[in-house]
């Protein structure tokens, strides 16, 4: 680890470098340019609305992404730090990946557009590190990283290129694609001795609130990630609206169902940090289409039934009978409700409400998305299968003292008050 990782590191940044002075340049476009710095209040206002919807969704990515993932009582440091890192490495990568394969053979010119798809790919990682939490090591993620966001832009230009499907929220492209190239991942790097669990393996109190905090920054964000590649004016307005109402009627639903599934109606925490989500995942295909917001919120309770259902019965079956243990549940967040996002498009469009793409396509674009993250994610496990990059033993999994300098005194603390404090109190109670 002493020195596999920072080699790792600094090569990739070395390549990013070079690749960057030899690709990428300020954006060009002179027409645009000349716009933005007209005295036009609609130009001004154009590009201060799409800096403030490229804010949100980094927010989403640094701050929302990564306290999610905090449950695990163990292993907070790696959940928000190597998602930071992850990040950092995935939005420079995206942004060369998708440039080339959008510029044409000419330079790729960074305006915030590009920036903001840039995270979109950074997005799609992140999604599938949650199937593998606690269960790889940074240098493995680092290479997982360049391999999906590789693989997520060629079906992403298939999609918008060659499909010409709708897909303005990724419903397809960046949740469905991300949850299965996880799962595959997962299923390749399955690991036998923790298929009875692990002692790091669950929450408590003050971990469960921390990604409680995630789910917030998420649930406020998401209209900003569904509208912010879509065209201005009446379609960016109808993602806006249509996610917002979507995520409020998914509150409820997730709610209804975590109650009605648990034992003596109680609520499930993990429920409520992922499933009250589902509905802006879902909504995200037809975000910007005429939909009408009714069907968003009917969309949106949909998303949340599905995922709270898959959190209670298919998690435990995929660990069992498939082999794949999803540490985070992406299959049920992302998976399941991108899978319904991309059906609700094909239905959408199947019956006049966006006249961009025909439902042939947006079946295609789904299939796509999915087969393409299975096949590029069993490649990817593979290579991160072979024992060269630092895993984690069985043991040592979801613990951040393997790869972080933890305080001492807090161990020692946790220590004595599992332990041996309670034989102090003894005699006087």
């Given at each position: 680890?002493?020195?596999?990782f920072?080699?790792t590191a600094?090569?990739l940044?070395?390549a990013?470098i070079?690749?960057f ?5 300020y954006?060009t ?12 209040s ?6 201060l ?11 989403m990515?640094?701050?929302g992404?990564?306290?999610?993932m905090t ?5 907070g440091?790696?959940s ?5 890192l992850?990040?950092a ?6 942004t060369?990946i998708g440039?080339i ?11 915030i557009?590009?920036?903001i798809n ?12 949650g ?6 090591s940074?240098?493995?993620m680092?290479i ?5 966001i ?10 918008v ?6 897909d ?11 949850a299965?190239?996880?799962?595959a991942?997962a299923?390749?790097?399955y690991r036998p001795?923790?298929?009875?669990g ?8 003050h ?16 209209p ?6 879509a065209?201005?004016?009446?379609k960016?307005?109808?993602?806006i609206?249509n996610?917002y109402?979507?995520l ?10 975590s ?17 009250t ?11 910007d ?5 009714y069907?968003s ?12 259902l ?5 998690t435990?079956?995929?660990?069992t ?28 469009v199947?019956?006049g ?13 789904l ?8 096949g590029?994610?069993?490649?990817t496990?593979l ?17 951040d ?29």
């Open positions: 680890m002493r020195f596999k920072p080699l600094i090569g940044e070395l990013m070079v690749l002075a030899l690709f990428v340049q954006e476009d002179h027409s645009r340019l000349q716009k933005i710095n007209s005295t036009e609609g130009d001004v206002d154009r590009f609305a799409l800096y403030t919807l490229f804010q949100d969704v980094h927010v990515i640094f701050v992404f990564g306290f999610l449950f695990l009582k163990k292993y440091f790696s928000v730090g190597i998602n930071l992850i990040a490495l995935g939005l420079q990568w995206g060369l440039g394969l959008h510029s044409h053979n000419q330079k790729i010119d960074i305006g557009l590009t920036m840039a995270d979109f790919s950074t997005a799609t990682v992140l999604i599938s590190f199937a593998v939490l606690g269960k790889i940074p240098i493995q680092l997982m990283t360049m391999l999906e590789t693989v997520f832009a060629g079906n992403e230009y298939l999609v290129e060659i499909f010409k499907a709708s303005v929220g990724a419903s397809m492209t960046i949740h469905a694609f991300g299965y190239f996880g799962l991942v299923g390749i790097l001795g923790l298929r009875r692990h002692d790091n393996e669950e929450s408590v109190y971990s469960d609130l921390f990604a409680m905090i995630g789910t917030l920054f998420l649930w406020i964000f998401w900003s990630f569904n509208s912010a590649i065209d201005a004016g009446e960016q307005y109808r993602a609206v996610t109402f979507s409020a009627a998914c509150v409820l639903t997730a709610y209804a169902f109650s009605l599934v648990e034992h003596r109606g109680k609520l499930n925490m993990v429920h409520i940090q992922n499933a989500l589902a509905g802006g995942v879902a909504v995200g295909t037809c975000a289409m005429k939909i009408y917001p069907i919120m009917i969309i949106g309770s949909i998303a949340g039934m599905v995922s709270v898959g959190f209670k019965f298919l435990p079956c995929f660990a009978k498939l082999r794949i243990q999803d540490t985070c549940g992406v299959h049920n967040l992302h998976g399941l409700p991108g899978v319904v996002g991309g059906l609700a498009g094909i239905v959408a199947a019956l409400a966006s006249d961009v793409s025909t439902w042939h396509m947006q079946a295609a674009a299939g796509s998305s999915i087969g393409t993250a299975i590029g994610g069993l490649i496990g290579i991160l299968k072979i024992p060269i990059w630092g895993q984690p033993s069985d043991q040592n999994c979801y613990d003292s393997v790869f972080w300098e933890v305080p001492r005194w807090r161990e020692h603390d946790n220590h004595f008050h599992e332990h041996g404090g309670q034989h102090q109190l003894e005699p006087e109670v």
